[in-house]
T-cell receptor, first 114, second 111 residues
């Protein structure tokens, strides 16, 4: 069964460093998302991406965050200057029009900022 | 602004019991309601999706219902097994399909 894959599974970074989280959405999917889950808290929406541009973003997704689809298969989330409060599990997700509205999530990338 | 609440926060049942997990949402202009399973430290596995025009969906031992007028959805698990132990999340999808998640119900099925 097709799946969303994410790398790295876990990353530890120094505060102030740049981090890039990578995702390979399900092939032929057209809508891409990033969510995050701080330990013990709800899963929160960050950003949605369609047709090579951001279609919606949350208040969390400030100027420190950016997304990119550099080629036909990858979808990345960049955090320019990480803060301690960016420590969380980051989930990539994708949706294809043919699959209705089901959104499929990856296994997540644990980011620990120290 | 959509808010999603799940009750109970935690539930422990003996193996074989049927159980119901509850999800409520504040905005009835919901496009769909999706139920997920999350194992500790893992990703989100989609279980069932109910479109706003539907009343329920079934997959194996799972049945999810949606009542937009009352702002509620339930996930029914029949004949629970220890392997069902996980956190169950519901999420409401709006026009842009952005999902708003509840806090989840931590289910423990005792053998």
């Amino acid at each position: 069964e097709p799946e969303v894959t994410q790398t790295p599974s876990h990353q530890v970074t120094q505060m102030g460093q740049e981090v890039i989280l990578r995702c390979v959405p399900i092939s032929n999917h057209l809508y891409f998302y990033w969510y995050r889950q701080i330990l013990g808290q709800k899963v929160e929406f960050l950003v949605s991406f369609y047709n090579n541009e951001i279609s919606e973003k949350s208040e969390i997704f400030d100027d420190q965050f950016s997304v990119e689809r550099p080629d036909g298969s990858n979808f990345t989330l960049k955090i320019r200057s990480t803060k301690l409060e960016d420590s969380a599990m980051y989930f990539c997700a994708s949706r294809g029009t043919l699959s209705g509205n089901t959104i499929y999530f990856g296994e997540g990338s644990w980011l620990t900022v120290v | 602004k959509q808010e999603v609440t799940q009750i109970p926060a935690a539930l422990s049942v003996p193996e074989g019991e049927n159980l119901v997990l509850n999800c409520s949402f504040t905005d009835s202009a919901i496009y769909n309601l999706q139920w997920f399973r999350q194992d500790p430290g893992k990703g989100l596995t989609s279980l069932l999706l109910i479109q706003s025009s539907q009343r329920e969906q079934t997959s194996g031992r799972l049945n999810a219902s949606l009542d937009k007028s009352s702002g509620r959805s339930t996930l029914y698990i029949a004949a629970s097994q220890p392997g069902d132990s996980a956190t169950y999340l519901c999420a409401g999808g709006g026009a842009t399909n952005k999902l708003i998640f509840g806090t989840g119900t931590l289910l423990a099925v005792q053998p």
